[in-house]
């Protein structure tokens, strides 16, 4: 999966990090270059919110502040050189710190994403049932809303970790299970029989609301 790919990616970098850490000193700007950049993509990918805080860390505006002002000095007195570097030194401790912070939020950044993306699908094969409903498509339209229905109650019972309690699991077991766990309760049984496009209604304000 992208996610553990994406995860071992990150602790790779993160351990190569540690190391140049361990070894901080002048002679390892280029690899700590080549570091950064694939540090930066990460970063900006996963929580572009914390990028200007990576950023600032390394950044040339600030000069002597950052871990550029320790590489491009130019100061011979070790003192003031060993003070540069033990700024830099924390600096470079920050930026570690939050790429592996990236770790803690994948999984979290997929969900969000994965939710988006079946929150828009559900809300096209929704309006697709209420326009076959309104061409007198009846069972065509409400087996739409089956469908749609049974991918919730499936994604819900992942996002929790449930497994189904039946080998053949039908909408009325998928919605029990889901009850006994007090995790969620689709109630609308009824309008589906009496009035499918009220139903249709009731079902969009479900699938976009109920995790």
């Known amino acids: 999966m992208i996610n553990e790919i994406l995860k071992t990616e990150i602790k790779e970098l993160y351990n190569e990090g540690n190391k140049l850490l361990e070894d901080f ?6 690899q700590y270059q080549i570091w950064y950049s694939k540090a930066h ?4 990918a996963v929580i572009p919110e914390r990028l200007y805080d990576f950023e600032s860390q390394y950044d040339i ?45 994948i999984d979290y950044r997929l969900k969000n994403i994965k939710s988006l993306v079946q929150a828009d699908l559900f809300d096209n094969q929704l309006d697709s049932a209420k326009n076959l409903l309104k061409n007198g498509y009846i069972r065509a339209s409400g087996a739409i809303c089956g469908v749609v ?4 109650f499936k994604s819900v019972l992942l996002n929790h ?25 689709f109630v609308d049984k009824e309008n589906y029989e009496k009035d ?16």
């Open 25 to 30: 000193s002048c002679d390892i700007v280029i």
């Open 41 to 44: 993509r990460i970063v900006s």
């Open 61 to 105: 505006k600030k000069g002597n502040l950052t871990i550029h002002g320790y590489f491009t000095s130019v100061d011979t007195f070790e003192s003031i050189l060993e003070n540069k570097k033990d700024r830099a030194i924390k600096c470079f401790a920050i930026q570690l710190g939050i790429l592996k912070s990236c770790l803690n939020m």
């Open 149 to 152: 229905l049974e991918t919730h």
């Open 161 to 185: 970790n449930l497994k189904p309690n039946k080998k053949t699991m039908h909408l009325s077991d998928y919605n029990e299970l889901l009850k006994n766990e007090d995790i969620l309760y």
């Open 196 to 211: 499918l496009a009220e139903f249709i209604k009731n079902l969009k304000k479900f699938v976009n609301s109920e995790k």
